[in-house]
């Protein structure tokens, strides 16, 4: 990331807090600030302490704010709060040019919209305003199962457009991979087996993942608002499955699968994962041409298969995080888990899969995007190109800050 340059270490900033731990939560309790250097799971137990808590997440919260700001931070609330760029009011930001300046969308407008979502290429976040909410006490979360790829992106569709409930999420299974994985052990043995079944009749699964907060104000009445979001619904019958947990516990659950994967050796593995904002318009052709026709034919990956919708309506264009031009995409992670004798057999995989969406002209963009040429960024950012060209010599004329990314320096 830094051939012949510098990291900084972000968690020194710790050591020259005044007072605190680098978050403070305002008075109004509208928001939080908090060190760009800050893990997401420190925020949250920082919050909760004053019943709040942000509102839009990554699945996994050992990551810091400054790292997930620079890409966008999305997980299942994306399509009702946005990603977490979009829940940010204020920025302190030094530039390339060694300016610290405060952002937001009144003040050094340009600033702000380039560095949210900007590759860390403008600035390093050394604070961000989070917008807060009341934070739920507990977590409905339900799965259910379907073996039609159509009728399952149907009803994530119509579910991301009803009212009701706060998070979306979709992961495939497959017929080579035990259904229970590290990230994810929701059935118990006897479901287990019955879906083992099932996963040998269809070959793929594919999984729905809603969840309906709640609190001491509607225990009460939360069973029935999630038995009315699963009206109409087209799931196997049958193939429903609740779990009911604490709320802090929900949004910490892929802590619990790196604690198993640590125990066993197998968190510290390479990871060639590629993560696609799909747009709706070919997300059955992505099936088809992708998860079952070189995922599952192919049998090679291990790792969680995740594809869920969002709307374009709740990403702001002017930052520079970069989504396809239809107002229902998918975000899509092929979260690969390798060993180190295999992650090129991955790594081409994923070629395989780019090369298949340019012929078959999905618009698609990459998240956490990864290129080698310059002719490649140029596409991927399309129209946003030449401002995110102009806020570069603006904000880093001397293109230090994250070469790694090679997009204006070549190694
Ligand atoms: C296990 C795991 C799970 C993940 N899950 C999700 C997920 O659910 N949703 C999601 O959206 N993303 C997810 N990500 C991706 C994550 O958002 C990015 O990897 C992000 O960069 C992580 O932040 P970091 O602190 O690890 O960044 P680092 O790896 O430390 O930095 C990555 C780059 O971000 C920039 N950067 C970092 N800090 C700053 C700063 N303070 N100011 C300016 N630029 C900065 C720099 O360019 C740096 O090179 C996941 C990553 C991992 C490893």
Redesign the pocket.
């Given at each position: 990331?830094a051939h012949d340059g510098v990291v900084v270490n972000?968690l020194s900033l710790k050591k020259h807090y005044k007072n605190g731990n680098g978050i403070r939560v305002s008075t109004s309790g509208n928001y939080a600030d908090v060190g760009?250097?800050q893990l997401w799971i420190d925020v949250l137990n920082a919050t909760l302490e004053h019943g709040l808590a942000p509102v839009s997440w990554?699945?996994?919260l050992y990551?810091?704010v400054?790292?997930?700001l620079?890409?966008?931070?999305?997980?299942g609330q994306t399509f009702l709060y946005g990603p977490q760029i979009g829940n940010v009011l204020e920025l302190d930001v030094i530039t390339g040019k060694g300016d610290f300046m405060t952002c937001s969308k009144d003040k050094n407008s340009e600033l702000f919209y380039a560095v949210l979502g900007g590759?860390?290429l403008f600035?390093?976040?050394?604070r961000a305003r989070i917008v807060l909410a009341k934070a739920p006490k507990r977590v409905k979360w339900v799965r259910m199962i379907y073996s039609d790829f159509s009728i399952f992106t149907r009803d994530q569709e119509h579910l991301i457009s009803t009212k009701g409930l706060e998070y979306l999420e979709g992961s495939l299974m497959m017929d080579y991979t035990p259904a229970n994985n590290w990230r994810s052990s929701f059935f118990s043995p006897s479901n287990e087996s019955r879906i083992t079944y099932l996963l040998k009749k269809h070959g793929i699964l594919y999984c729905l993942d809603m969840v309906k907060y709640y609190d001491d104000e509607t225990v009460n009445s939360v069973d029935k608002e999630v038995q009315m979001l699963q009206e109409g619904l087209n799931f196997i019958p049958g193939f429903t499955f609740t779990r009911d947990e604490t709320y802090v516990d929900f949004l910490n659950r892929?802590r619990r699968g790196e604690i198993t994967l640590k125990s066993k050796g197998l968190w510290d593995v390479p990871h060639p994962w590629l993560n696609l904002f799909v747009p709706k318009s070919h997300i059955l052709d992505f099936n088809a041409g992708v998860f079952v026709d070189i995922i599952h034919r192919q049998k090679k990956t291990t790792g969680p298969l995740l594809v869920y919708p969002t709307t374009k309506i709740v990403w702001d264009d002017k930052m520079s995080a970069v989504v396809p031009d239809e107002d229902i995409f998918y975000c899509v992670g092929l979260l690969h888990s390798g060993s180190f004798n295999d992650w090129q057999d991955l790594d081409n995989q994923n070629n395989e899969i780019l090369e298949y969406c340019d012929r078959a002209g999905i618009k698609m963009k990459q998240y956490?995007p990864h290129y080698k040429s310059k002719e490649e960024w140029i596409k991927h950012f399309g129209p946003k190109w030449n401002t995110f060209q102009e806020r570069k010599a603006k904000f880093d004329p001397r293109m230090i800050l994250?070469p790694?990314?090679n997009i204006f320096n070549y190694v």
């Open positions: 990331m972000m760009g250097e990554t699945d996994y990551l810091t400054g790292g997930t620079s890409n966008a931070g999305i997980s590759l860390g600035g390093i976040i050394t892929v956490l994250s790694g990314q």
